[in-house]
């Protein structure tokens, strides 16, 4: 398997402009999570998904950010319109089974990041 | 949110060294993990710890999961060049839910060979 694949792994946009970043999970990963990582306030959990489905939203920062998931495959993080305070890289990752019990599953079972995607907003 | 208070910051050793670096929570955790990251990528697991007082080898780490559960920390034996890159400890803390992975602020860890 490829892994979890996101894009694009560099943005460089200007304030107010629309922002898009993708995610295809590992196939057969039930769970997809959206994390931000920034020099000040380290990894952050945006939303993740189950099923296809959002279940828990609480650390989107706004409403500027939107997240969706239309199918098992692939995933969108949208920031609109975006702000400079937005710049960070954005970390998409994926788990086989409800986070609990994939810890103490094999090593397969584990939240497994992307290379994330730089956002840099001007 | 959940505090996490990963130290050192960061650490420049020679190689063949050893390295000791640890995390404490403000509250207590039922799961302690450790991650690293290399530059440019995404962080990958390390080892996890399950239990209270647990302690897990992976090859020259070794980490341990603290009594109180509110601590964890992990030690490289031998360093070399490619242990270059970024630890994260990160801690699943049961009053907020299981899929929420609380990350420590990371320790950066240079090899000088």
Redesign the interface.
Known sequence: DAG?IQSPRHEVTEMGQEVTLRCKPISGHD?L?WYRQTMMR????LI?FNNNVP??DS?MPEDRFSAKMPNASFSTLKIQPSEPRDSAVY?C?SSLS????A??GSGAN??T????SRLTVL | GQQLNQSPQSMFIQEGEDVSMNCTSSSIFN?W?WYKQDP??????LI?L?KAGELTSNGRLTAQFGITRKDSFLNISASIPSDVGIY?C?G?DPQT?????F????TRLTVIP
Do not use: H, K, M, S
């Open positions: 979890v769970y999570f380290g990894l952050e959990l993740y279940i828990d650390g970390f990752a409800r986070l609990g019990q810890i103490r584990v939240l990041f992307g290379a994330g | 799961t993990l440019g990528e995404g962080p990958v697991l996890a399950y994260f990160a699943q839910g299981a899929n929420n992975l990350f420590g602020t990371g």
